[in-house]
């Protein structure tokens, strides 16, 4: 309620909820933003990823039980671990490209065939797995280079990217790297920033009763 006048996306964090066998009130939640802001679309953080046959059911999880509008997707089991989501043609299927934790080094930039493999996988989602064109990437803020080169593999793909604020990514630096051509076409996702950017959580009360 506090923020929906100026965000373009939620992004709930499943494993939060799961954790505290806490699923209806995820559920509640993206109901709550559906009823009240059916414009805002839900991005369910997931990170999903396994054989097709498992596939199936998790993007049922997703976008049938808990009605989210897209799902963060792990590419790593290839594109038969993905085509359950995206097939989907009206949700979003954003697979992890190059991760904004330290360690998303480790494998995402190894080199494969004289390119990192973050590349690699934005070029495949950009052409022979996005068939119903519902793809987008998660790209780090904490490395604008490499969202400046995702940008230009992927054209006007939409870049969901992660770690402004907690994580240090510099928010000039990221429009200036990922923006398309119309000065869109990026989520930019603050969470820890937010939430706990008062005395206590978002939601204690500041002057007037407003949320600090």
Known sequence: DATHDI???????????AAVAA????????????????????????????????????????????????????PYLGGDSIAPFT????????LLCRTSNAGGAD?????????????RVAKLAATQWNANKNISLVVGATVPQVIADVRKAVGDMPLLVPGIGAQGGDIDATVQAGRRADGRGMMVSSSRAILYAGEGNWGAAGPEGEPK
Request: hydrophobic share 40%; glycine share 8%; net charge negative.
């Open 7 to 17: 965000v373009c996306a939620y992004k709930p964090q499943f494993a939060h909820y």
């Open 23 to 74: 699923e209806d009130q995820l559920a509640a939640t993206i109901d709550y933003i559906h009823d009240r802001y059916p414009g805002i679309p839900v991005i369910l953080d997931a990170k999903r990823g396994d054989v097709g046959s498992t596939a199936e059911f998790y993007a049922i999880e997703a976008f049938e039980r808990y009605g989210a509008d897209a799902v963060t997707v792990n």
């Open 87 to 94: 097939k989907y043609a009206d949700r979003g299927t954003i």
């Open 107 to 119: 494998l995402q930039e190894q080199m494969l065939d004289g390119e990192p493999l973050y590349l």
